[in-house]
């Protein structure tokens, strides 16, 4: 069993940065891959990146690509998202999710693939 807690979100204007964290309980959390999703209203959950065990192995949506990273911190079982120029468009709840996986290279960029939810923080851009 796995619980996420996300923190970090807040209120911030384009071009700004924040950084998410998202902290895990679980003594196996070493070995799940984790991800962020982010869901404006009105709209359906979307991918926006995913780290492997490891740390090693990442991966983000389009949307995000050179704006944010994610990466991990073992020991303090936490992962973080940092985002950097903001834009009006990253409006949304963000969440972290969990899943347990096979190798520190396996990731997932779909809602139905991850086994736990954190509840979500808000972040909003203002333009």
């Known amino acids: 069993q796995v619980q996420l807690e996300e923190s970090g979100g807040g209120l911030v204007q384009a071009g700004g940065s924040l950084r998410l964290s998202c902290a895990a309980s679980?003594?196996?959390?070493?070995?799940?891959?984790v991800g962020w999703f982010r869901q404006a209203p009105g709209k359906e959950r979307e991918f926006v990146s995913v780290v492997g065990w490891s740390g090693g192995s990442t991966f983000n949506a389009e949307s995000v690509k050179g704006r944010f990273t994610i990466s991990r911190d073992s020991a303090k079982n936490t992962v973080y998202l940092q985002m950097n120029s903001l834009k009006p468009e990253d409006t949304a709840v963000y969440y972290c999710a969990a899943v347990r996986s096979p190798s520190s290279r396996s990731l997932y960029w779909r809602v139905g693939e991850y086994d736990y939810w954190g509840q979500g923080t808000q972040v909003t851009v203002s333009s």
């Open positions: 679980g003594r196996t959390f070493s070995v799940y891959a």
